[in-house]
């Protein structure tokens, strides 16, 4: 593929196979054992079928311990077919009693987890670092977005640094916007694992709300050899993580939940192999000096030390490209020690007058407001210019969505009049404005 066709290359990684036998799984017998107990007590009577398909195993991997949970009388075949995997189990009294001990001891009842250093193989090999983002690849993420090429041709460098980025400049410029954009150049998908064992303990580690998952069954690869690949793994696209002003330091450890007695990744974990936007820096409640100093190894050496509630420590990659978005001056968060660990230093400003048109334009032609060269000239000059205001890339969308809005409010047709931007202008700037100056 030519760099000039900007397509990225659709990449999809070799899938894990299915494991064969119980040693394939990376996990012991008998906590294979305690999932079955645990899914048989929550589901019933479950077929062999719909017990491989809860616990994304074969049916190969779960008769031995099928054939030891009979032989203890843990569980019992409660209906039996010529088709083996229509034979249907159901725990017997005794069963219910360990399963529910194992309940109370985690919740977990899920898709069996991965090994922790299969994780960690599977990170490495689908690393960022071997997908370099190409000038065309960017130009191919923000068709039809307007932002000068210089711009995004350092944040392209950037993100092939692997390095964090630090991109600072006033509110409303669109730091978060094109760091979000930037995620579309990335190439290739990923393998999520519905969770992680470390030490007995249960991650779990895909998260619909983050990962957003390929539908493989239109994937040929994938749509050929589902019996054979390793169901405990998600494809999914690079992850993309924003997180705000909410952060603290404890969000990025593990958090572990008390009442279900398993942990949820933290999200620069969710984000391995793929991207991670800390916003608005400096409006956390930890201080941002604190905050970013618990980034100084994990950007250093690409790894991170996380810490289970039995106080054992593991080491995990951390493959993520670190965007800190803010409105304050570098030198305001962080001392020289840090900044030298940020590769990119990304200021933003306020646009040109011809940006702020080509926004315009593009703005009214999505809410289908008719667009006239008279009233952006009268929003700039009795507005912008008056009053000092810079040309922001968020103002056109907010100032056009009031006009739209108050036209739907009113029954009618959206126009540009000098009454209707008066009107979203002061809604939208000004706080103490009599209710009779602001009818459109």
Not at 133 to 145: D, H, N, P, Q, Y
Not at 220 to 249: H, I, M, Y
Request: some cysteine.
């Amino acid at each position: 593929m030519s760099e000039t066709s900007g397509a990225a290359p659709k990449t999809v990684p070799a899938f894990m196979p299915a494991p064969r036998t119980l040693e394939d799984t990376g996990l012991s017998f008998f906590f294979i054992l305690e999932l079955i107990a645990k899914i048989l007590y929550r589901g019933g009577q479950l077929r062999l079928s719909e017990l491989s398909s809860r616990m994304h195993l074969p049916i190969a991997v779960l008769e031995p311990v099928l054939a030891f949970m009979r032989n203890e009388r843990l569980c019992e075949i409660s209906h039996r077919s010529d088709a083996e995997a229509s034979i249907t189990y159901n725990l017997t009294d005794l069963g219910r009693l360990r399963a529910n001990d194992y309940l109370a001891r985690c919740q977990y009842a899920g898709p069996a987890p991965v090994s922790l250093d299969t994780y960690i193989a599977q990170i490495k090999a689908q690393s960022l670092a071997g997908q370099p983002i190409t000038r065309g690849m960017v130009g191919k993420a923000f068709e039809g977005v307007i932002v000068k090429q210089p711009i995004l041709d350092i944040f392209g460098a950037a993100m092939n640094s692997g390095r964090a980025i630090f991109v600072h400049g006033a509110a409303g410029v669109g730091k978060t916007y094109i760091a979000e954009h930037m995620a579309h150049a990335l190439a290739g998908d990923v393998f999520i694992p519905h969770a992680i064992q470390v030490d007995n303990e249960i991650i779990q580690a895909y998260d619909p709300l983050v990962h957003k998952a390929v539908a493989t069954d239109t994937v040929v690869e994938f749509k050929l050899e589902r019996a054979r690949r390793d169901e405990r793994w998600v494809l999914c696209k690079r992850p993309v993580v924003l997180t705000g002003g909410e952060l603290t330091l404890s969000m990025l450890d593990l958090d572990f939940d008390e009442s279900s007695r398993f942990y949820n990744l933290p999200p620069q974990m969710k984000a391995n192999n793929g991207l991670l936007i800390i916003d608005d820096l400096g409006r956390q409640l930890v201080k941002a000096r604190d905050l970013m100093n618990r980034w100084i190894v994990p950007l250093d050496r690409r790894l991170d030390y996380l810490t289970l509630h039995n106080g054992k420590k593991f080491m995990v990659p951390f493959d993520v490209i670190v965007v800190f978005s803010t409105n304050l001056k570098p030198a305001e968060l962080a001392d020289e020690a840090f900044l030298r660990r940020l590769g990119y230093k990304i200021h933003l400003s306020a646009l040109d007058e011809g940006d702020y048109r080509a926004i315009f334009k593009q703005v009214c032609e999505e809410f289908q407001i008719p667009y006239s060269d008279e009233s952006l000239h009268y929003l700039l000059h009795q507005h912008h210019y008056r009053e000092g205001r810079p040309l922001l890339a968020c103002v056109p969308r907010d100032i056009l969505r009031q006009v739209l809005d108050v036209a739907k409010y009113q029954g009618k047709r959206p126009e540009l009049t000098s009454e209707m931007l008066d009107w979203a202008w002061n809604n939208y700037y000004t706080t103490e404005t009599l209710v009779e100056s602001q009818q459109p």
